[in-house]
């Protein structure tokens, strides 16, 4: 299995995006996902991630107030709004899961499952 991510792009400071992430050819409704990030030189951190029912949904820190993570299970895509970009969240976006309906941490330890990220630029 590999989680697609989609809706990157490039975006002015103070703007906004919402990415997408599915699994092409799989139900992603009974598992935790998780959005991370990777910045050039940098190590792949955790954004937001979301348990299967919603019954555990955490934010890093340096996104709390601007990015909202949700899930559509019928449509089986969570989604990653992000408001008020500004270049320090500039990086690939990669979702992953857990395989299983909650996560004990919103690790890359304990998400995997990756396939390609969508690549996010904030610039002017």
């Known amino acids: 299995v590999q989680l697609q991510a989609s809706g990157g792009g490039l975006v002015q400071p103070g703007g906004s995006l919402k990415l997408s992430c599915t699994a092409p050819g799989f139900t992603l409704e009974n598992w935790s996902i998780g959005w991370f990030r990777q910045a050039p030189g940098k190590e792949r951190e955790g954004v937001s991630c979301?348990?299967?029912?919603?019954?555990?949904?955490y934010y890093a820190e340096f996104v709390k107030g601007r990015f909202t993570i949700s899930r559509d299970n019928a449509n089986l895509t969570v989604y990653l709004q992000m408001n008020d970009l500004n270049p320090e969240d500039a990086a690939v976006y990669y979702c992953g899961t857990t395989g299983q309906p909650v996560f004990p941490a919103c690790s890359n330890t304990v998400f995997g499952w990756w396939g390609q990220g969508t690549q996010v630029t904030v610039s002017s």
């Open positions: 979301i348990s299967s029912r919603n019954e555990r949904i």
